[in-house]
């Protein structure tokens, strides 16, 4: 996994990042829906889960946009990853607690999905906020609350953070106009991905979802 280091001097976004990096540090929040009526036959038709499937389609989307792997090294040099991994959740029903896990990435569903599947049975009991150790550097969390159909999620820290990675979530997903469609929220740092970047990656995550035949490989 290569870090790409960006020549701020010669970067179009020096000026934007610069200004709610340092200036106005500003983070935002976009709600959507997603059509997944396809995706979800194609899911029951294959015997495949939902949860693992849904979560390649977002990794996939993010690793076709840069903007969404800038991150700092640990010599706070800016720069962007070739790839990032997905940082997901797990929910334990006994105590009603969850976990973190994470995936390597693959281009390839069959093997991210089968590694995913594995890595959802390995770490299914393992309790404490990160089940799954070593976590990577190029990571993008990833949550879901299938309990709820939400119109609108927002979330932010209180302390300084140099996350630059977005924040994902998904909802419960419903029937509207024959269709069904799932709830779906990103959290992003206005520093590194304006509207534009961010409506881009959520039609690339719809695309994604109409588009099966084209990675579906199982």
Not at 110 to 123: G, N, T
Request: proline share 4%; with cysteine.
């Amino acid at each position: 996994m290569n870090f790409n280091h960006i020549d701020l001097d010669n970067w179009e976004r020096k000026e934007y990042f610069d200004y709610y990096i340092n200036i106005v540090k500003c983070k935002y929040n976009l709600n959507t829906n997603i059509d997944i009526t396809e995706l979800l036959l194609k899911v029951k038709n294959k015997k495949i889960r939902f949860y693992p499937t849904f979560i390649y389609i977002i990794t996939k989307a993010i690793n076709q946009n840069k903007e969404f792997r800038i991150s700092f090294d640990k010599d706070d040099i800016l720069g962007y990853w070739d790839y990032i991994n997905p940082s997901y959740t797990i929910f334990h029903n006994d105590d009603k607690t969850f976990s973190d896990i994470w995936t390597e990435y693959n281009e390839d569903f069959s093997v991210f999905y089968r590694a995913a599947i594995m890595d959802l049975e390995k770490y299914k009991d393992i309790k404490g906020i990160k089940a799954k150790p070593n976590t990577p550097k190029n990571f993008c969390p990833i949550s879901s609350i299938p309990w709820l159909s939400f119109t609108g999620y927002g979330i932010d820290t209180y302390s300084e953070s140099k996350m630059l990675f977005p924040t994902i979530l998904f909802g419960k997903y419903f029937k509207e106009n024959n269709k069904v469609m799932l709830p779906f929220s990103i959290f992003v740092n206005h520093a590194v991905a304006d509207g534009y970047h961010t409506c881009k990656l959520i039609n690339d995550i719809q695309q994604i979802s109409f588009n099966t035949e084209e990675w579906m490989n199982i």
